[in-house]
């Protein structure tokens, strides 16, 4: 019997600062399968109607950081928080390298946590289709006001150190926040899709063939 399988359509969501209104009217216009937000979430009570993957920002609530972190923060069922590192879900690879939260909301480079870029470093060399991450990795340039000096000048937002681990990953997609400006833009082979924050920016859809599909249809000894 021949199957005619479709890729899993994944919904990309950008720094949401609690803003689930959107988030929910992209959800119920264009049903993805499930989703994954970049970080500056805050919505950690929400019900969604998929199930929603998501990494810490440099901007979270401090009280829902150390209930999360240990382990005593109440997540709905659709609320999936991931820590960092390789995860699988529903047969699509996700390397995911959050921001860390920090208390003053200072402007600059999101950082991360350098144990979880070390473990994520470890695991280069596996198959990834999407890496996450908060800050973003390639030059990404734009003119903009620098709020510290009030001057418009052109801001590159890279992170290098996050450029070098996409380099040694080698995922099919990057995937970043932090920034709030959208694009989507070819570097290296590597597609880089950076989200925005508003209505009109803040989302974008990928589809991708889950791989456990694919190596399941090989334990069939070549039988059809
Ligand atoms: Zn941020």
Redesign the pocket.
Same mark, same amino acid.
């Given at each position: 019997m021949v199957s005619h399988e479709m890729g899993l359509r994944i919904g990309l969501l950008g720094?949401l600062h609690g803003n689930s209104l959107d988030a929910k009217s992209w959800i119920r216009r264009t049903q993805p399968d499930f989703c994954i937000q970049v &970080?500056?979430y805050w919505l950690y009570d929400e019900e969604w109607s998929v199930p929603m993957y998501w990494i810490f &920002?440099? =901007?979270e609530r401090s009280k829902a950081v150390r209930g999360l972190i240990d382990g005593t923060y109440p997540l709905s069922e659709n609320n999936r928080w991931l820590m960092g590192g390789l995860v699988d879900i529903q047969g699509v690879s996700v390397m995911a390298l959050p &921001?860390l939260p920090q208390a003053r909301g200072a402007p600059g480079p999101?950082h991360y946590p350098p144990k979880v870029y070390e473990l994520c470093r470890r695991q280069a060399g596996a198959h990834v289709d999407l890496f996450v991450s =908060?800050g973003c990795g390639f030059l990404f340039g734009a003119m903009a006001r620098d709020i510290r000096t009030g001057r418009t000048e052109f801001l590159n937002f890279e992170e290098e150190p996050i450029t070098e681990l996409i380099r040694l990953v080698r995922p099919t997609y990057a995937v970043s &926040? =932090?920034n709030h400006r959208f694009a989507v833009e070819e570097n290296e082979g590597i597609t880089c899709i950076r989200l925005g924050h508003r209505a009109g920016s803040l989302a974008h859809m990928v589809e991708i063939e889950p791989r456990s599909q694919v190596s399941g249809a090989d334990t069939h000894n070549g039988l059809p």
């Open positions: 720094d &970080g500056d &920002g440099n =901007h &921001g999101a =908060h &926040g =932090h």
